[in-house]
């Protein structure tokens, strides 16, 4: 690994990883509380937003940058 | 290999609108079903007349665009469908999983996603046209479950991809280690 830049620096993945905290968070709530289908037309987004998160997490714990 | 793989979705598509057919009129017959005759013969013709077009194309090769093309009006039918038959109490709403299942395992995790966004979308217009009124958090875990079949059906798909690009490459080296074989038996002349 030595020379080569990392592609995903501690801080870049802790502000993903909390990003992806975020659009879990706003995710449960629409779930949880909208009354109108409009805000579903957001999961798809908010959905990827967590699982590109998660993946960030897990590669940057498992030191594969 | 998409022309194959579009030809059998073709085939498949008949079967499915052969059966949709045979049970919207099976349970319309028995008054368990509310929808118009005009309204369940004008989605079976359209699903016949864009299969007949999805052949005529692919007489000619298939284009990039029309898996993507085939997957979005098949879950725009399956949706009217849903609509016509009761929202979400339909009892038709299984369709879905057909396309997704179908999709995924043939094209991957791209297609798989791909059909979860549409499907989200879709879905999301369904609730909206024929609103079930109050919560929503059941429809909001019909959705959050497909997304979860949805990404494991790709995941599936990647793994069979990925055994399968295996084996080629094991029979790709037998057919050459045979050949090395044979070059070595043969008689030096």
């Known amino acids: 690994m030595a020379g080569r830049r990392a592609v995903l620096t501690a801080r870049v993945s802790l502000l993903v990883a909390a990003a992806g905290v975020v659009f879990l968070v706003v995710l449960l709530a629409i779930a949880q509380r909208t009354t109108s289908a409009l805000w579903f037309l957001t999961f798809p987004v908010l959905l990827l937003g967590v699982l590109v998160a998660a993946a960030a997490a897990v590669l940057r714990m498992l030191r594969h940058f | ?189």
Do not use: C
């Open chain 2, 1 to 189: 290999m998409e022309q194959q793989i579009e030809r059998s979705k073709i085939v498949v598509r008949w079967i499915v609108a052969v059966l949709l057919f045979a049970a919207v009129t099976y349970l319309k017959r028995r008054g368990e079903l509310d929808v118009a005759w005009p309204s369940i013969l004008l989605l079976t013709a359209l699903l016949a007349l864009l299969n007949l077009i999805y052949s005529a194309i692919l007489r000619g090769g298939a284009p990039s665009w029309l898996k993507y093309a085939t997957t979005a009006t098949d879950l725009a039918l399956i949706s009217a469908l849903v609509v016509f038959t009761g929202g979400t109490r339909s009892a038709f709403y299984f369709a879905y999983f057909i396309v997704l299942i179908s999709n995924s395992f043939r094209y991957g995790m791209g297609m798989a996603l791909y059909v979860a966004t549409l499907y989200n979308l879709v879905y999301a217009s369904v609730l909206f046209a024929a609103p079930p009124g109050g919560d929503l958090t059941v429809e909001a875990v019909k959705i959050f479950a497909f997304w979860g079949i949805a990404l494991y059906a790709g995941y599936l798909a990647m793994r069979f991809q990925r055994q399968t690009r295996i084996v080629q490459s094991y029979e790709e080296t037998i057919a050459r280690l045979r050949h090395e074989v044979a070059q070595l038996k043969r008689p030096a002349s």
